[in-house]
């Protein structure tokens, strides 16, 4: 590991503060993703600016049904929080999905929405990756691709899958994230948060280099929703999803009164699935129409080779989940 500078930060503005005294700064939360990077010398930061004691801890629900959610709030304190576990069992689920109970008491919420690829050449430090050394190609087009690799959202430049578990459930329940920044404060939709890679895939979030996520909203639950994330994987635990899928549902009568689903595993973002969405929506919930959903879901999907079966599976993703739903 490199050299570097660090100091802890009292409150948001003196984070804010130290992190504009150098471009090459980085704000420490769980550092779960960010030490590892810096052990393997992927990320070099000079300076680093601890946040723990900034008080972005709490979850609170609010008056017009939405809750808000602290930066700092470990992803095993989010998913285990009464109020949470009730209103948003898709999200609790997809966080105990992911990783170990170590690192979710460890990662936090910002965090998780900031971790990097997994992409291994990516991590390795000497292959090509655009994300890493922009303009040096992208070796997983051509090479190893089949487990963190996507097949929607990719382009030329990046086809590195989006790791997260979380992010998947919240662009399905919809969520604002909240930033601060030298100039003042802004919210971003989270669906807008995340960008695909394009010409561009070293600008991963639209985040600026000097703003600090402070909180998540999360939007108000669907009225007489139910929900469920499903997540397949090669082994059951502490294993990156090579496809998974949020589903929140609500019935009228016999119809989809209203739906919303999110694809992880195979997408460079967290992948709302509008179209299988519209395929859905007041009609049925029948063994056709969630086949036609599914279609719809992976419609756009492009084979890199060895990741080829993830838009089957992607499918299945989807269709186990509804048919869990609906029966």
Known sequence: MRNFEYARAADVEQAIALHARSADTV????GTTL????????????HVVDIHKLGLDQIEPLPDG?????????????????HVARHYPVLSEAILSGASTQLRNKATTAGNVMQRVRCGYFRDGVSPCNKRAPGSGCAAIEGL??????????????????PSDMCVAMVAIGATVH????????DIAFADFHL???DTPWKEHALEPDELITHVTLDAPMAGSRSAYLKLRDR?????ALASSAVIVAMDGGSVRDIRIALGGVSTKPWRAADAEAVLRGKPLTEASIRDAAAAALAGAQSYGQNGFKIP??????IRNLSRLMA
């Open 27 to 30: 704000f420490l939360a769980g």
């Open 35 to 46: 030490l590892d990077l810096m052990k393997l010398d992927v990320m070099r930061p000079a």
């Open 66 to 82: 939405r809750v808000r959610v602290g930066a700092m709030v470990s992803n095993t304190d989010l998913a285990r929080h009464a």
């Open 145 to 162: 691709n089949r487990n963190v690799h996507a097949v929607l959202g990719g382009s030329p430049q990046c086809i590195a899958a989006h």
């Open 179 to 186: 930033v601060q920044g030298p100039r003042g404060k802004r």
């Open 196 to 198: 695909l890679p394009g």
């Open 236 to 240: 059951t635990s502490y294993q990156f």
């Open 313 to 318: 599976l992607g499918q299945q993703a989807v």
